[in-house]
């Protein structure tokens, strides 16, 4: 209330914001109108002379005036013409007007403009894109899918063009040659997975040419919400295949779990008919039986439909709050096969569901303590070496085993009763395909990570696809900290300015609409039950639709979106459909939308990238009544009650309220476009999955003592309010898990710098000898500081295993004996032995010759470093899974990690080190020249993972090509996995260049 206060005072921060930009809009004016006398020569040869200005010290805000006067001047020439735009042919009709100038300067400043649906956002970015292009370093536009990246490039690079700049598109197919060239372009469209996937594949590369990117020098993010917080859990991954593949494990466990689920549906429906008796005579007692079944079903029908009779809510409340008290909510689960939480996302057997198991399938379940078992066995005195070495070979692969086998149980549990069909995913032509909870669209080949998806298949009995194994990873949110400016725009952004502030240091303002809005956002109206809710959205578009409104119909899943079309069929009012199983439609069913008696159902809304524009006969009047502007205004206010039921414009029907203020907000924002008249309500019951889990038992409170009956409905500021406090408390769980993951990721971060820096030095530096000298020594003091350690004396070193280890990594044969060892001090003795590594180098070096020699250190530097590279991550991926337990010994897992982590990364270095140095002296060369492999592309797999392992993996090949994949043609001769390696190593090959491939 004090804040309200303030701002009509003094105005909102972003009133102060937009304030200090007009004296800069009313330069960008002045020079336009001058501009307007050049030649078109003449104003394409600004651009070299901006160029020419900050060659010469100018700086970019110096000409940001005249060179958003340029863009606004070439757009005015354009109008009128007309160019193919992916495939249609469009006509120029923009003018940026005042408010998308103010855009311009905030995405230039490095900020969010936070603008309107149909306020021309695609429009405000070719400003400063412009602007910042000039410096001749790249500037990216980003959006969110290849459709929009190629239609924005052709239809807003038209501006580029005339005023003299390149402009080029990253497309999923593209080879890397043509990447390149749309890279070096001076304005560049794309997604951020094919940013992001280049940035990975750039740091994979064997030799300079095969890079793509050029800097990280400016970028706009386009649906920077969507982006940058939406997909911020998700990192981007390129894989390759696994060794050993457990997909099979999933069909066999398939039966044990699918008899645990039906028991446990069994279960949970005797004890709600057990709650029904009890209910009259012992409420408390009912509480008990009901609140297992919330644990274990929540979602049962009839225990759905009696927690709507009075006051039923309040007692399981109650009860759980004095078990959880009490700490004997075990007692609850032990009542079930296993337990569930929603909100957590997780699952858990209980011991009834173990002792309902036969004895063999409990035996899954133990779980053998390897550190005490191994210790077992070193003490039994009747063991051979060779036995006592199978003995602990048989237990460790008994404890892989069983841990596997577990893990496929609790994946296999979270597919059958987490997981939905038609919510969040769908079957189509035999395969699992997610369905995004954020726009609704499907997302072929993605794949939810951790074995989740293979329990999916399993459970819908599709083929179960492959594993794959990290190669090299990073985060959005850290991709996007490489640019030296960011900026992002979307028509939601100031819900989430916190988060874009703490993690990106991203400041938004929230910019005025060209014209006022006249849309008015009804208060939520609230219902007992679905049934009640639907048949009263059924109700309301038939109205409308009688009226000839157009609406269009907000759901969350592709499940609830079927239902209202079935309800409306039988109705039969003429409707189209928009969501995961229609997206190809996408574009015609929403240019579609505003015409006159038009219904939509769409599942989400967000980032469309496309405006509905109104039909002629839906706006009764040219000046609506609702918000006066100028003399001839509509005199339909009063007659037409029009602020009590707006007659014109499109009506906005929300069949659920999202976890996500903003996605709310994207959905009301498809009205009210341009200063159209429109209205927004929202129909939500006490089923919906965010008032069942945060706060529906207030709301059944409310609802009892009103005494409120089946069909009777609650609509009142106050219930908006506290729902969206409901949501508030969501985005900060949401915002904690983000947060948090960067932590672990930012430690992740710094390796990857170190690792991909030396990795580049290799790639792009034609001479190594220095740095390979400096590792040279760098490993000889580490093999003596390991053997020789200073704080032991020269009789208890550990010379014979020195010997042999200097001898395998250096091919030095040290000349010591025993009484010369006794007489050489730590120091003399490192000496010595890099003096004869470096001889024997400059012998290899003399035998090859010097050009050789260069490519193959560079060679075994890169080779060595993305192998152990590969295995780090697979390591830190295993650390990060298990770390949270830590928690239990009162330790703070994230301080744990980053111990560990530092520990495991100074070894990897050390490891890189000594390996790169022992396979270049150890590799012989079979030709006269060194041929430098390069990576099998075929191979891997591009992965959007989510970091907290409920991500997806992303297959493009499969996306975009579908069906079978055509078998690759062998080139080489085939080499046998246990065969020596053809480098020379020494090694078997599939422990040197055949490692990790299948």
Known sequence: MVQSLLNKLFGSKHDRDVKKINPIIEQVNQYSEEYQELSDEALTGKTEEFKKRLAEGEALDDLLPEAFAAVKEACRRLVGKRWDVAGIETEWDMVPYDVQLVGGVVLHQGKIAEMATGEGKTLVATLPLYLNALTGKGAHLVTVNDYLARRDAEWMGRIFITLGLTVGCIQNDMDPETRRKNYACDVTYGTNNEFGFDYLRDNMAVRVEDRVHRNFHYAIVDEVDSVLIDEARTPLIIAGPVAHQQDE???????????????????????????????????????????????????????????????????????????????????????????????????????????????????????????????????????????????????????????????????????????????????????????????????????????????????????????????????????????????????????????????????????????????????????????????????????????????????????????????????????????????????????????????????????????????????????????????????????????????????????????????????????????????????????????????????????????????????????????????????????????????????????????????????????????????????????????????????????????????KTLLVDLPFTAEEFESTSRYDLKEKIQEMARANHENKEKALGEQIMRQLEKFAILRVTDEHWREHLYEMDQLKQGIGLRAYGQRNPLIEFKKEAYSAFAELVQTIDREAISMIFRMQLSTPEVRIPRPQQHMLTEVHEAADRMGYRETPEEARKGGKKKPVKREEIKVGRNDPCPCGSGKKYKKCHGAGLS
């Open 249 to 807: 494990r999933y069909s066999e466990m398939r039966p044990l779990i699918e008899r645990l689920h039906h028991r446990q549906m069994d279960v949970c429906t005797a004890l709600v008919a057990e709650a029904e008796k009890l209910w009259e005579t012992d409420e408390y007692e009912a509480g008990i039986k009901l609140l297992a079944v919330k644990r274990g079903a929540p979602k049962n029908k009839r225990y759905m439909k009696f927690i709507k009779e009075q006051g039923v809510k309040r007692v399981i409340s109650r009860v759980e709050a004095d078990f959880t008290r009490d700490k004997r909510m075990h007692e609850i689960d032990d009542l079930l096969y296993y337990a569930l939480d929603e909100r957590g996302n997780t699952i858990e057997l209980t011991e009834t569901g173990l002792n309902s198991l036969e004895p063999k399938e409990q035996e899954i379940f133990i779980i053998p303590d390897l550190g005490t078992e191994m210790v077992k066995l070193e003490e039994r005195e009747d063991l051979s070496d060779v036995e006592l070495a199978r003995e602990k070979d048989q237990l460790s692969r008994l404890h892989s085993e069983r841990s596997e086998k577990v893990h496929n149980v609790s994946q296999l549990l979270k597919a059958y009763t987490l997981f939905e069909k038609d919510n969040e995913y769908v079957v189509q032509d035999g395969k699992v395909m997610i369905v995004d909870e954020f726009t609704g669209r499907l997302m072929p080949g993605r794949r939810y990570s951790d074995g989740l998806h293979q329990a999916i298949e399993a459970k819908e009995r599709v083929k179960i696809e492959g594993e794959t194994q990290t190669l090299a990873t990073i985060t959005l949110q850290n991709y996007f900290r490489l640019y030296h400016k960011l900026g992002g725009m979307t028509g939601t952004a100031v819900t989430e300015a916190a988060e874009f502030f703490d993690i990106y240091k991203l400041d938004v303002t929230s910019i005025p609409t060209n014209k006022p809005v006249r849309r008015i956002d009804f208060d939520d109206v609230i219902y007992r039950t679905r049934r009640e809710k639907y048949n009263a959205i059924i109700e309301e578009i038939a109205r409308l639709n009688q009226a000839g409104r157009p609406v269009l119909v907000g759901t969350v899943s592709v499940e609830v979106s079927e239902t209202l079309a079935r309800m409306l069929t039988r109705k039969g009012i003429k409707h189209n459909v928009l969501n995961a199983k229609q997206h190809q439609s996408e574009a015609e069913i929403v240019q579609f939308a505003g015409r006159h008696g038009a219904v939509t159902i769409a599942t989400n809304m967000a980032g469309r990238g496309t405006d509905i524009k109104l039909g002629q006969g839906v706006v009764k009047h040219h000046n609506c009544a609702l918000i006066v502007e100028g003399d001839d205004v509509c005199p339909l206010l009063k007659e037409l009650k029009c602020r009590e039921d707006v007659p014109c414009g499109l009506q906005i029907i929300g069949t659920e309220r999202h976890e996500a203020r903003r996605i709310d907000r994207q959905l009301r924002g498809r009205s009210g476009r341009q200063g159209d008249p429109g209205a927004s309500r929202f129909f939500l019951s006490l089923e919906d999955d965010l008032m069942r889990l945060f706060g529906s038992e207030r709301m059944a409170m409310v609802m009892d003592k009103l005494g409120l009956k089946e069909g009777d409905v609650i609509e009142h500021p106050m219930i908006t309010r506290s729902i969206e406090r409901a949501q508030k408390k969501v985005e900060g769980q949401n915002f904690s898990i983000r947060k948090h993951l960067l932590e672990y990721d930012d430690v992740m971060n710094q390796q990857r710098e170190v690792i991909y820096d030396r990795r580049a030095a290799a790639l792009e530096r034609e001479n190594m000898k220095e740095e390979v000298l400096e590792m040279i020594d760098k490993v000889a003091e580490d093999l003596v500081d390991k053997h020789c350690p200073e704080s032991a004396t020269p009789s208890q070193w550990d010379t014979g295993a020195l010997k042999l280890d200097v001898f």
